[in-house]
Structure formats: C-alpha cells, structure tokens
C-alpha cells in the first residue's frame, strides 16, 4: 500500500509511533461535524457514526463498509455505551494500529475491541 500521510505519535514528548496512511479525516470541536452529520452511514440519536466491534463503519442498513474506519468523539460502538473522551479515543487508537498491523498479516484476524472507560 502506498501511503500518502505519515502520522507522528508523541507521548510525554517522545516519538512512540509511527503511522502511514492513505486518508486521515480530523475533526474536533464540541458539536457533530457537519462533514458527519451528512455521512450517509449509521449514527446513533447524538450524530455519532455507528460501528461494529472492530471499529468499522456501518451503513445506514447496519452492514459493516470494510476497510472504513471510525473512532474518537465522532463515533461509538453499536450497543455499546463509552465517552466521548481523549482517553477512550486513545484506547482505540491503540487498538485499531495493532489490529490493522496483525490484519496486514492474516486477513482472517478476528479480535473485538476491548475499551475500559
């Protein structure tokens, strides 16, 4: 896969990571993004993007899209209640780099996501 973006990872002010990607979509603030709102996928009653327990988007019929992902303040986990925090957002960074990495090496790889709030 060619990468177009590389993302630095600082903790206390050390490099810890380092992540190439093809699209990074950004977005903070304290209300849903307009660019969510208007996504044409699954969103809880808080506008926040649905997905499975591996983090991927699911469609507005609640079919996972593959190879879409969603984390941080603008998505949730389907039936499952977390904040919208830093330190939960974290968590599934953490997870979604370690389960893309394992994924590049067995396409099988089955592994849900566990967050602690």
Aim: overall charge positive; aromatic content about 8%.
């Amino acid at each position: 896969m060619q990468s177009f973006i590389t993302i630095y990872f600082y903790f206390l002010n050390k490099l810890k990571k380092i992540l190439d990607v093809g699209i990074v979509v950004w977005a903070t603030g304290l209300t849903a993004n307009p660019f969510v709102k208007d996504l044409h996928v699954s969103k809880s009653p808080s506008n926040r993007i649905i997905t499975d327990d591996h983090l991927r988007v699911l469609d507005e019929k609640q079919n996972v899209i593959e190879n879409v992902y969603a984390l941080g303040d603008c998505a949730t986990i389907q039936d499952v209640e977390l904040p919208a925090t830093a330190q939960v957002a974290s968590q599934k960074s953490i997870w979604l780099t370690k389960y893309l990495n394992a994924k590049a090496k067995d396409p099988e790889k089955k592994c849900p996501v566990k967050i602690h709030a």
